[in-house]
Every structure is written in structure tokens, then in C-alpha cells.
């Protein structure tokens, strides 16, 4: 059932909370843990985010792409404020932002990269 | 046209139905061929992935990740139920699963996939 | 900061135009920047991804991926006339195409694309 060519961490019934292969770490979907603002989830989501980024040996420097939903696409400068101050300088990967339900009534922001490891 | 180290399965006019390049397997977001329920219509979808991943050359045990729409974020657990009954014991893609509206009404739940071959 | 393994693309605070890493080009969602129809803004999407493909030093006969968000699903016929004469004969990308809100309301449409280099 296991391959030495495919790293899972966090593995639940559903989902990996992050896959390595090929020198490509993919994350999944990251939801809030704390946090009722958007401000205050995205710092949530982006904390787990680098937490699995770390656990797969690499950093959000070599993020490649993010996937962003927002259950309101108005909460978009919200989300950027914390987003760039978050990025590091020169280094943002390919991302695309739009709006979805999620999960959870209470989640307003959802977050799915993947990093060069 | 063609490129050697670019394998594409199930060609139409818009989408493959997969691609196969550098050791990974993307497939297009599959929608369901049957069913009314939404655990009708994972199965469906999930029989095909199957298919699709079994012609790239790999399998459900080797998936990297998952993305899932669903029309009605509240059928989340009949999804899973399914979901969870199929993905191979430690092995589940890095996933994420939010609500959208899919091509066509009838449509209920829409997979996409990438899986290293 | 920078590693010489990522190459970043039309690079601003919240986002990387395009990241080229292991022979893959990683796009942005690529949104109108013309057009009031749904075929034009369509037309104004492609060209710049023709556009970034290029500068990754690649094509949209390389493609391996696309996602595809409309605001209105019932825009898909559109769309995909648009698509279709655009993807090259024979080499389309494992696509996606959902609908969702975008960032503003006079975009009607955004696709974010993967192609081997």
C-alpha cells in the first residue's frame, strides 16, 4: 500500500494534509483553526502553512502555486493585506483567488499551494 | 503538433481527459456518466477516475491530489462516505473540497486528480 | 531570497505572473484585461497566456492543465468557442470548468493553466 516514492503527512481518512513527490510538496486545502475575521483566519491558515510546508522540508520562499477561496470575494483586500505581508519579497507564487462555500459556514478562507521542496 | 514526452488520453475538442507527463498522471475534472444521488454520482466519478488512472498507467493508492465540487457543499458527507470507502488505507491525495456550480444541473459532484504514475 | 532552481514571471506583491520550475510553467489565474462579452474577455485571457507561455519559453501545445472559472456556467458555450479554436488539434489540456465569483464583477472570466516547457 506504500510507495517509497510518495511522502503523506497528516494523513486522515479523507485527505493528506500534504503529499511529497518528485521534489513537489502539495498541500491540501488548509482551513482555519482559529480566528473569526478573515484578517485573523488567513493568519491561521497561513500558520498550518508554513507548519506542513517546514514538516516537508521546505518554506513558503518556494511556493509554486495557491489556490485561494473566499466564501465573499469582497473580503479580497482583507485577505491580501495579511496574504503580502506574508509572501516573501520576490518570491509569490502563481495564485488565483475566487469565491466558494466551504466546508463550514464559519471557515471564510481556504488556502491549497504547493511548493518546490 | 505532437510531443513525445506528452501523452494525452480521451482527446476532445476542449479537455484530455488526462495528460501524462514527467511521471505524473493530471486528469480533467470528471463529472458523472450515472446516477441521481450524490453518492450515485461519486461512485461514477470514481469508476472513472479509476479507468483513466489504470490507462495512464497507475492507480488510486498512488494519487497526489484531489479537487472536489460539489453544487451543495451540505452533501460533503454523503461525498465522503463514498470517498473514504475508496481511497486506498493511508494513501489519500492532498484534497480540497468546496462548493460550485458544474456544467450542467443535473451534476451534482465533480472530481479532479493527479496521481504520480 | 531568490533560488536558482524558480523562475518567477511578472512578479507583484500578491502574486508570480507565471513560476517555471522542473520543466513545468506554473500560471497565475489570468484575468480580462479587455473585452465586455464573454468571447471577448476569453480572447483577451488567451492572449495573455499565449503571451506568459512565451516568455516561460513555451506553448499551448504544451499544455497540461487548465481551470476554468466563469461567473455564469451558462457561459460555457460561449467559452468553449472561444477554447476550442484556440487549443491546439489534438493537445488539449486535462481542463476544469466550474463557475464561481471573481475578484470584480466586470470579469466574467479567469483560467490558470500548467504547460511542460
Redesign the interface.
Known amino acids: 500500500?506504500?510507495?517509497h516514492?510518495?511522502t503523506?503527512l497528516g494523513?486522515?481518512?479523507?485527505?493528506?494534509?500534504?503529499?511529497v513527490?518528485?521534489?513537489?510538496a502539495?498541500?491540501?486545502?488548509v482551513t482555519p483553526a482559529t480566528g473569526i475575521t478573515v484578517a485573523e483566519q488567513t493568519v491561521s491558515v497561513l500558520e498550518q502553512i508554513d507548519g506542513l510546508l517546514a514538516e516537508a522540508g521546505t518554506d513558503r520562499?518556494?511556493?509554486?502555486?495557491?489556490?485561494i477561496?473566499l466564501t465573499d470575494?469582497r473580503n479580497?483586500d482583507e485577505l491580501?493585506a495579511v496574504?503580502?505581508a506574508w509572501?516573501?519579497?520576490?518570491?509569490?507564487?502563481?495564485?488565483?483567488?475566487?469565491?466558494?462555500?466551504?466546508?463550514f459556514p464559519e471557515w471564510l478562507v481556504?488556502i491549497?499551494v504547493?511548493a518546490?521542496v
Chains 1, 2, 3 share one sequence.
Open positions: 500500500m506504500s510507495a516514492d510518495i503523506r494523513v486522515k481518512p479523507h485527505l493528506s494534509n500534504a503529499v513527490h518528485g521534489g513537489i502539495y498541500l491540501a486545502g520562499s518556494r511556493l509554486l502555486t495557491a489556490e477561496w470575494i479580497r491580501n496574504w503580502n509572501v516573501t519579497p520576490g518570491n509569490p507564487p502563481a495564485r488565483a483567488c475566487v469565491e466558494a462555500k466551504l466546508a481556504e491549497m504547493t518546490a
